[in-house]
């Protein structure tokens, strides 16, 4: 049985740092890619950032790079998303989710992801 959880979201004041967790369960992990994706209210969803983990190859949307960075800890089976420099723009729940990969990591997300966990709200105060 599929399970992702995605934890430590919170409120933090603009240009602070926040690193969710996405642990997953009961799949092979160094399969699988796992995506983040967020959704701020009004908004559709987005696709924020992914790690296909079998060889570490990474996507950024263009609204995080170089502030967001995706790690893989294959031994705990568990994807991290540090967030730096936040800005209140980057309000919103923020999901986890995993699937086999396809192609790359943008085709991945893009194709659609088939497992997701419960989000993690995180806040950026002005």
Known sequence: DVQLQASGGGLVQAGGSLRLSCAAFGFTFDDYAIGWFR???GKEREGVSCIINSDGSTYYTDSVKGRFTISS?????TVYLQ???LKPEDTAVYYCAADYPRGSPIMTMVYGMDYWGKGTQVTVSS
Do not use: L, S, T, V
Request: charged share 20%; no cysteine; proline share 9%.
């Open 73 to 77: 800890d294959n031994a705990k089976n």
């Open 83 to 85: 967030m730096n420099g």
């Open 39 to 41: 959704q701020a209210p």
